[in-house]
């Protein structure tokens, strides 16, 4: 996977130099994501926070790199501590009291991307911007015990539990970017698809006494997302005034 983006940033670094750039920028936005199929059975919704470095030609061709760090607090699965839990349903620190444990969602996507513009007007970006991107997506339970002394979750054992799930992943834009004639707001809205065919990657699942499952997995996020964007080739400030 990491020799695939090496070979992307060459080719892209390459043909940003064959080509006209008509800007280039960074993207910040938010999304909220919907878990589709098996991953709906493990976690709830989720909101992803992310950052975007594009490059666009004057041949409506764009292309860059984004990464997103996505969290939620709904973890669909009652029964992870089953094994280390009394019959009333709670966990045991150290010290003989009940532990207070909390559970997230955490995880993160990766991705190469390229895509097209549709612009209204010739003169100005404003448009649809659509993508698609190849990139590697990971997730996980993030059992998050306040500094308690829990033995039994210790940093090693929590890994018995944590789920952690990852795999190459692919991903679908839809973006409508505009630019403001001032120059002064230039902002985005739009929708995105991920799927992902992800393995679960420890060794031993705590709660089933057994090895964790290995079976290849199709994870599925839908999003919807806002962002502003932020030009970084000023300068050429006379030439973004048309914006």
Do not use: C, W
Request: net charge positive.
């Amino acid at each position: 996977m990491i020799r695939v983006f090496i070979l992307f940033f060459i080719l892209a670094y390459n043909y940003s130099y064959a080509q006209q750039r008509e800007f280039k920028g960074f993207l910040i936005d938010y999304s909220y994501q919907f878990p589709i199929a098996k991953l709906s059975e493990k976690f709830g919704n989720n909101s992803s926070i992310g950052i975007n470095l594009i490059n666009k030609t004057k041949t409506k061709i764009f292309y860059g790199i984004k990464g997103h760090y996505f969290f939620g607090g709904k973890i669909k699965d009652s029964t992870i501590f089953d094994n280390i839990s009394t019959d009333n349903g709670f966990v045991i620190d150290g010290n003989g009291t009940f532990a207070n444990i909390l559970l997230l969602q955490e995880g993160f996507n990766v991705t190469t991307y390229a895509g097209y513009a549709i612009h209204l007007n010739e003169k100005n970006p404003t448009g649809v911007y659509i993508s698609v991107g190849l990139g590697f997506l990971q997730h996980r339970i993030r059992i998050d015990t306040k500094n308690q002394y829990i033995p039994q979750l210790s940093n090693d054992y929590k890994q018995g539990y944590d789920q952690l799930t990852n795999g190459i992943s692919t991903n679908f834009v839809i973006d409508y970017v505009y630019f403001e004639k001032n120059n002064r707001l230039k902002v985005f809205a739009g929708i995105d698809y991920t799927h992902a065919l992800t393995k679960e990657r420890r060794s031993y699942y705590f709660p089933d006494l057994a090895p964790q499952n290995n079976e290849l997995r199709n994870d599925q996020l839908f999003g919807i997302h806002i962002g502003i964007i932020v030009p970084v080739n000023r300068k050429n400030e006379e030439e973004f005034h048309y914006f």
